[in-house]
T-cell receptor
């Protein structure tokens, strides 16, 4: 199993551009989530999903959209990139989100200039 | 604001010594989890302790939980250079509608050979 796969690994955007960060898992996990990691801030939850067709907001959802059309995929869309969105983004999944451990991808490092 | 706060922020020890990291949190939890992050990689789940448990072991790892003090500690015994990484505690507030794990800022552990 590949686990959680994130693409791309690195991305540079100009302010105002849009893009989609891809996340796929092959473990048949119900729960998927997106976090951003910033120095001195730890990891902050952006959006999460408890199953196909169901998404909800986390701690810092503004400027990001998600959808969950399949169990395997959970893309994160930046609608109009801002320098404040420069960060490392992690996708994570778990069996059911109810007390089960998270499996993380290796992250996407995004720079917005 | 962060639910979990790790202490110390950084720890440097010699190979063979024990490393202790602490985590404090603010509200009642369902479970608390510890993760490790190697440089440039995603987080890896180490151990989960539920609110009704006081101590848990996994190999060289020992985790304690004191719900009255809202604190947890992670002990790594007989440390190795390969243990060099950042360690995060994460608190889980719910086991119902989907996990909203909240991470602390982490402890950077350096094990010198």
């Amino acid at each position: 199993n590949a686990g959680v796969t994130q693409t791309p690994k690195f991305q540079v955007l100009k302010t105002g551009q849009s893009m989609t960060l891809q996340c796929a898992q092959d473990m048949n996990h119900e729960y998927m989530s997106w976090y951003r990691q910033d120095p001195g801030m730890g990891l902050r939850l952006i959006h999460y999903s408890v199953g196909a067709g169901i998404t909800d907001q986390g701690e810092v959802p503004n400027g990001y959209n998600v959808s969950r059309s399949t169990t395997e995929d959970f893309p994160l869309r930046l609608l109009s990139a801002a320098p404040s969105q420069t960060s490392v983004y992690f996708c994570a999944s778990s069996r059911n989100g109810r007390g089960s451990p998270l499996h993380f991808g290796n992250g996407t490092r995004l720079t917005v200039t | 604001s962060q639910q979990g706060e790790e202490d110390p922020q950084a720890l440097s020890i010699q190979e063979g010594e024990n490393a202790t990291m602490n985590c404090s949190y603010k509200t009642s939890i369902n479970n608390l989890q510890w993760y490790r992050q190697n440089s440039g990689r995603g987080l890896v789940h180490l151990i989960l302790i539920r609110s009704n448990e006081r101590e848990k072991h996994s190999g060289r790892l020992r985790v304690t939980l004191d719900t009255s003090k809202k604190s947890s500690s992670l002990l790594i015994t007989a440390s190795r250079a390969a243990d060099t990484a950042s360690y995060f505690c994460a608190t889980d507030l719910t086991e119902t509608s989907g996990s909203r794990l909240t991470f602390g800022e982490g402890t950077q552990l350096t094990v010198n050979p």
